[in-house]
């Protein structure tokens, strides 16, 4: 089974503070993706990555960045976290290849800026 | 822009009896459905797919109906069992290249014994 694991299950941030999430998967998947949940606003997507040192932004990049070094690990990084930042986020990957691979998520890392 | 639309935030069934979750979406590029399951503080799993070349995909309790001409798809769960009890994601995509899937907002599903 493919495990994609989030570093922490819970963070609390004050605004202001650099903030990095750590995702990483062991099926030696090329796609690897951030996504955040909101009530009401379903998943949107942050970033996404198809190579190593490869990104692409999402819908809402904005006030995020992303770092992939090394094929497993995907990080999220809140340069400056605000408020409208706290929510549930969400690394998934997927096999290379076409869009109809499904998505394999983490159990996601709920962060409240303070 | 939304591009795939689950109208109805939340849906209560009894416990035996199918529950119908909806999705439309308004990007015709879109050749390629899926839906994820999603418990609270677990990561959505994936459930059920089809193809835009069938009108149809059958996989145990779960169905998914597309048709495609009025750009909407149905997730049929036949028995439902308090089990199901989640909320349902359905999201679209382009079978081609490095496309991403697009999700609609969701539906909490609520089966009660």
């Known amino acids: 089974d493919v495990k994609v694991t989030q570093s922490s299950r819970y963070l609390v941030k004050r605004t202001g503070e650099k903030v990095f999430l750590e995702c990483v998967q062991d099926?030696?998947?090329?796609?690897m993706f951030w996504y955040r949940q909101d009530p009401g606003l379903g998943l949107r997507l942050i970033y996404f990555?198809?190579?190593?040192?490869?990104?692409e932004k999402g819908d809402i990049p904005e006030g995020y960045s992303v770092s992939r070094e090394k094929k497993e690990r995907f990080s999220l990084i809140l340069e400056s976290a605000s408020t409208n930042q706290t929510s549930m986020y969400l690394c998934?990957?997927?096999?290379?290849?076409?869009?109809?691979?499904?998505?394999?998520f983490g159990n996601g890392t709920r962060l409240t800026v303070t | 822009d939304q591009q795939v639309k689950q109208n109805s935030p939340s849906l209560s069934v009894q416990e035996g009896r199918i529950s119908i979750l909806n999705c439309d979406y308004t990007?015709?590029?879109?050749?390629?459905f899926l839906w994820y399951k999603k418990y609270p503080a677990e990561g959505p799993t994936f459930l059920i797919s089809?193809?835009?070349?069938?009108d149809k995909n059958e996989d145990g309790r779960f169905t998914v109906f597309l048709n495609k001409s009025a750009k909407h798809l149905s997730l049929h769960i036949v028995p439902s069992q308090p089990g199901d009890s989640a909320v349902y994601f359905c999201?679209?995509?382009?079978?081609?290249?490095?496309?991403?899937?697009?999700f609609g907002k969701g539906t909490m599903l609520l089966v009660s014994p």
């Open positions: 998934a990957s997927s096999a290379p290849g076409q869009g109809n691979s499904p998505l394999h």
């Open positions: 099926m030696d998947h090329e796609n």
């Open positions: 990555s198809y190579d190593v040192k490869m990104k």
């Open positions: 990007n015709s590029m879109f050749d390629y």
């Open positions: 089809i193809s835009s070349i069938k």
């Open positions: 999201a679209a995509t382009m079978n081609s290249g490095y496309s991403t899937l697009t």
